[in-house]
């Protein structure tokens, strides 16, 4: 059965918002994990904030060399004036 693309949460007393398991599972947010709240209009949009080991278990989006680094941090602190 498909989960519905709209539910009703409850909210304490001191304003808690309450999901379930299966909500929190489709949206990926962890037990212990860190969520970010922000407004899109008047809409509340919470979605979860990938810790550190999930953020390098992924795949490089890119590879570069350390020469490439070297080189573009030259020219960003030629730009802002701030290389010798």
């Known amino acids: ?6 539910i009703t949460l ?6 808690e918002i309450f999901t379930n398991a299966e909500l929190r599972k489709r949206a990926k947010i962890k037990e212990g ?6 407004f899109i209009g008047n809409k509340l949009v919470i979605e979860p904030i990938p810790s550190i080991e999930e953020i ?3 795949p490089p989006v ?3 060399s350390t020469r490439e680094i070297e080189r573009v941090s030259e020219e960003i ?3 802002v004036g701030i290389h010798g």
């Open 1 to 6: 059965m498909p989960f519905p693309s709209e």
């Open 10 to 15: 409850k909210v304490g007393k001191k304003g």
């Open 33 to 38: 994990g860190m969520v970010r709240a922000s």
């Open 56 to 58: 390098l278990s992924r």
């Open 62 to 64: 890119m590879r570069t």
């Open 77 to 79: 602190q030629k730009e």
